[in-house]
């Protein structure tokens, strides 16, 4: 059996301990998809122009954020890591000539454990966590994410953490949608269910409100998108497991890319 790839939007620190209809939909994720023997997490937070990978055996969390619940910075998610799967990414990495660098103690970012933390609770899945490149074109990002693609038929479930619509600058307290925030995520399902690489490797000139969307200081969190879809190339199949918003634009939505 191949595992999916996904790309899972990570919202807001806060995610952590809502208890809300997004923070359930990943617990039932969690249960639904099959049990992985790894994860390997390309994560927004960890921007980077090497591409970097954690060796780490035994992982720390790092609260990596300010101003949210108190109870936010109690949560820990001591999942370890794996040396053959560490070794197996450098592996495949070196076998597309793709220059990489060990990284020890860094520890878990938000983007990685906040997800987790619903989604295999119990933390006693090895995790792998893989750093972004923002300034690589979504091309390249693409190509790196199908570099891993193999891992998937070796039970390692390859996830992409980000967000799609992401502006922090302009969110509000409602809970009404923002049309233009729901009109590019709209374009932006269209070209994933047909697998239009050639519009969305251009989203920034095609997609409907793609500035308010993605704005320049924020486009490591679409970055991840390219990577999990990468690693679901020789399927090329996208479904959308779910779709909401907070604050009025911040998109939270999970893509399975790939069957199982």
């Known amino acids: 059996m191949t595992v ?3 790309f899972v939007a990570h919202g807001s620190p806060a995610l952590a301990v809502q208890n809300n209809a997004y923070a359930r939909f990943l617990k ?3 249960s639904r998809l099959p049990r992985p023997r790894g994860i390997v997490v390309f994560s927004a937070h960890w921007d980077s122009p090497d591409q970097c990978v954690d060796v780490d055996e035994q992982h720390i969390t790092l609260h990596d954020f300010y101003g949210f619940p108190e109870e936010v910075y109690t949560i820990e998610y001591p999942a370890p890591g794996d040396p053959a799967i560490h070794n197996e990414i450098f592996s495949l990495f070196k ?11 860094r520890g878990l970012d938000h983007g990685v454990w906040v997800i987790l933390n619903h989604m295999y609770p119990e933390a006693d899945i090895p995790v792998i966590p893989l750093s972004i490149d923002s300034r690589r074109s ?7 994410g199908g570099m891993l693609s193999s891992l998937r038929e070796q039970d390692i479930m390859i996830i992409g953490s980000g967000g799609l619509v ?3 600058r302009l969110l509000r307290e409602t809970e009404e949608v923002e049309s233009w925030a729901a009109a590019f995520d709209d374009w932006i399902g269209e070209q994933l269910e047909t697998w239009n690489l050639k519009q969305l490797f251009d989203y920034g000139k095609r997609a409907p409100y793609a500035h308010e969307a993605v704005p320049s200081y924020a486009k490591e969190h679409f970055a991840p998108l390219f990577y999990a879809m990468g690693a679901a190339d020789h399927d090329r199949s996208a479904e959308k497991l779910f779709q909401s918003y907070d604050h009025g634009c911040l998109s939270l939505n999970c893509w399975m890319f790939g069957t199982f």
């Open 95 to 105: 076998l597309h000539n793709l220059h990489t660098r060990p990284v020890q103690n």
């Open 138 to 144: 979504p091309k390249e990002q693409y190509m790196i």
């Open 166 to 168: 992401h502006n922090l």
């Open 4 to 6: 999916p790839a996904l």
């Open 28 to 30: 039932e994720l969690g």
